[in-house]
């Protein structure tokens, strides 16, 4: 049990030194309707974050992967069909951001893309934003897979286990939370003109960066739907 508290707490606030979550919220605060509802996304990360854990704990994963094999075995050339389009409209994309590049360098006064030009954002969508988001990031977890390896290694009751992997993900979510009541308490000139100043670097940044992740997810879809094929 010595092993299992010494974990949680190690791991879990090294995972939760998650820079990515951190940039989300500080895009999303001022983008929601109420103030509250930033909680939606905080709190929709932790129960995501908690099922995953708990899925993996118990080797819901090895199902899952079971199927995905049958379905990929069964369905082989339409996936691959699907891949080419999804490359080739990845591919039009890049065209179109390189395109937007040019016109960029030729007219530097020309207004930069704006990925924030949504005034609000709805709870349904900060529901959807905190899964996709912590699944997206899921993989790349490597603190909460060394957490969950410790579990695994000393068998606990479930109410144990489920409560472990509760309480770190909270130490997971702990930053972000807090970083939610300081924008609530002192939410003065300086914290707006950092947001500002974030916002503008993202919005330079990805100009640049998306026409990379187009070129090599169109890439990779091709290449996996024509071997597919082949």
């Known amino acids: 049990m010595t092993s299992i508290i010494f974990s949680l707490i190690s791991l879990g606030i090294l995972d939760s030194l998650n820079p990515a ?9 001022p983008l929601v309707r109420k103030r509250w509802h930033s909680l939606i996304y905080i709190f929709g ?12 704990y118990y080797g819901v994963d090895r199902y899952l992967k079971n199927f995905l094999v049958q379905i990929s075995g069964r369905y082989s050339m339409w996936i691959a069909i699907t891949e080419l389009v999804l490359g080739i409209a990845a591919v039009i994309g890049l065209i179109v951001f390189v395109v937007m590049i040019i016109r960029k360098i030729k007219n530097p006064g020309q207004k930069d893309l704006d990925m924030f030009s949504v005034k609000s954002a709805a709870p349904y969508f900060l529901v959807g934003l905190s899964i996709t988001a912590t699944l997206s ?30 309480l770190y993900c909270f130490l997971y979510i702990l930053p972000i939370l807090i970083l939610y009541i300081i924008y609530n308490k002192i939410q003065n000139e300086k914290f707006t003109r950092i947001q500002i100043g974030f916002k503008n670097f ?29």
Request: aromatic share 10%; no cysteine.
């Open 21 to 29: 979550s951190i940039a989300t919220l500080l895009v999303l605060l």
């Open 137 to 166: 990031d899921a993989p790349t977890a490597i603190p909460y897979f060394g957490f969950i390896g410790v579990l695994v290694a000393n068998p606990q009751p479930f109410l144990v286990t489920a409560a472990s992997l509760l």
């Open 45 to 56: 990360t932790l129960i995501t974050y908690l099922l995953i854990g708990l899925s993996l």
């Open 202 to 230: 993202i919005n330079k940044a990805s100009l640049y960066v998306i026409p990379v992740i187009l070129l090599v997810v169109g890439a990779w879809l091709s290449v996996d739907g024509l071997y597919r094929l082949l």
